[in-house]
């Protein structure tokens, strides 16, 4: 609670700030929300439900000065019903940005994406995630940093410096979607003496050649993903202790457009997590366009992802097939429907997973999410969800 009381306060303070040294000039957005989880199966834990509900607001003032240079405030924060560690508060995006026709510079807490495929992300290192937010690991924290960008015609040159380090998230003890073992965050360990203010460094290149996109970076610092170690805490409970091992990691992420096809290949090899390790996901989407004569685009996507280090990769995704479906409807409320399939080659895991959006006037958006996990033995990283098949609906008042 008491982050959620920062938040707040922080919101409070920036707003009035920025109405006295701006005179009305600050663009005011944003959206609050309502969520409701349902799950299929009783719990597996004790002190779960089966159904939760929370808010969530994510506001957000923007100012942009003559010359371009501008200034943005992104704070989010969310109150949950089940579970405590849900209930939290982030500064997603706090930061200045300078613009010129040959470079960009940002400074302060800022969002930055990098990668190609639909479903599972290889190579987006900067930004650390909120797993409590939602468990395809695509909702991130805020990240402090400074980001030099550098525009030249032969492509894009950046420049990171990333001061200060961000833990992940994790579900509470009343929390579904969790681990067998509950995730003790404040107690985190670092290889690096210097813990969560180790200086963290990347550098990345991206150019646009044709129909071919791509980009090559090298990242080196304090991993963002923890090897989470088993031990015994304080009053002789087992619990998980996330370790966060500074790494040396480079990769790649391409795009090539090829008529109705698109293809996707994200790659890394790492260095400093116990053994090197190399991982990459690929594959293409094919579009239909104009389906049953309707205004309707059908995307069938196939993907593959793969880890060297097998069964024991810090990922559930480390030798899966996946097959997906995108509909884009096309229509004034900007329908849209993704679906995806997750097949375990050397296991029976299967998991199914759909996404759906549909706006309704020009403030309200309503949001459904649905996930399955079937055939899962005993062993599998994700053993733990086998009772975790749901429901999420969502219902945003964007303003």
Known sequence: ???????????????????????????????????????????????????????????????????????????????????????????????????????????????????????????????????????????????????????????????????????????????RLRTALIVDTDHARYESGDRQRHIDFSARYSHTIGDLDFGLYYFTGTSRDPTLIPVIDAIGQPVLIPYYEQINQAGTDLQLVAGEWLWKLEALYRTGQDDSFTAATGGFEYSFIGIAESAMDLGVIAEYAYDSRGSSATTPFQNDAILGLRLAVNDINDSTLLAGWFQDVQSPTKIFQLEASRRFGEQFKASLEARTFKDLPQGDPIYSLRNDDHFKFELAYYF
């Open 1 to 175: 609670m008491k982050a959620l009381r920062t938040f707040f306060i922080s919101v409070l303070l920036v707003t009035m700030l920025l109405a006295s040294s701006t005179a009305g000039s600050v663009e005011f957005s944003g959206y609050v929300a309502a969520e409701a989880s349902l799950f299929v199966h009783d719990p597996t834990f004790p002190g779960q439900t089966r159904h939760s509900a929370s808010m969530a607001a994510q506001p957000e003032f923007y100012h942009e000065w003559d010359g371009g240079t501008s200034f943005i405030f992104v704070p989010f924060g969310r109150l949950d019903s089940a579970d405590s560690q849900r209930s939290h508060a982030d500064i997603r995006e706090l930061n200045m940005l300078w613009i010129d026709d040959s470079w960009e510079i940002r400074i302060g807490i800022a969002k930055v994406f990098w990668g190609a495929t639909e479903f599972v992300h290889l190579v987006d290192i900067i930004n650390q995630t909120d797993i409590v937010e939602s468990i395809d690991a695509e909702v991130k924290l805020g990240q402090p940093m400074g980001h030099l960008t550098l525009l030249r015609d032969w492509g894009v040159a950046e420049v990171f410096i990333l001061p200060y380090f961000r833990e992940r998230t994790f579900p509470g003890v009343n929390g």
